[in-house]
């Protein structure tokens, strides 16, 4: 066998040096990933709305938060956001 051969073949220890290759897993493997909290979603959407996520939380959340709950939390916060802000006008007017 020559060495060029040896490049077609996938590298098995390729997974073990992906640095992604452990937030990728349990999805991968078929697992439940544990369910997140309300909390965490909050946490998410919050950071979302600011602007400013990690790579690593980022892979946790998308693991972890279903799309029912995020869509659900972000029109919660976005509606909290727009009476904070219609608050502070009214108070500003006053």
Do not use: K, N, T, Y
């Amino acid at each position: 066998m020559s060495r060029d051969d040896d490049h077609d073949r996938p590298d098995p220890d390729a997974a073990a040096r992906d640095p992604r290759a452990d937030a990728r897993a349990p999805a991968e493997a078929g697992a439940p990933s544990p369910r997140a909290s309300l909390g965490q979603v909050a946490r998410a959407v919050f950071w979302s709305f600011f602007g400013v996520r990690r790579g690593a939380a980022h892979a946790e959340d998308f693991a972890r938060i279903r799309p029912m709950q995020l869509v659900i939390v972000g029109i919660a916060a976005g509606l909290l956001f727009v009476l904070a802000l219609v608050a502070i006008v009214r108070l500003v007017l006053a």
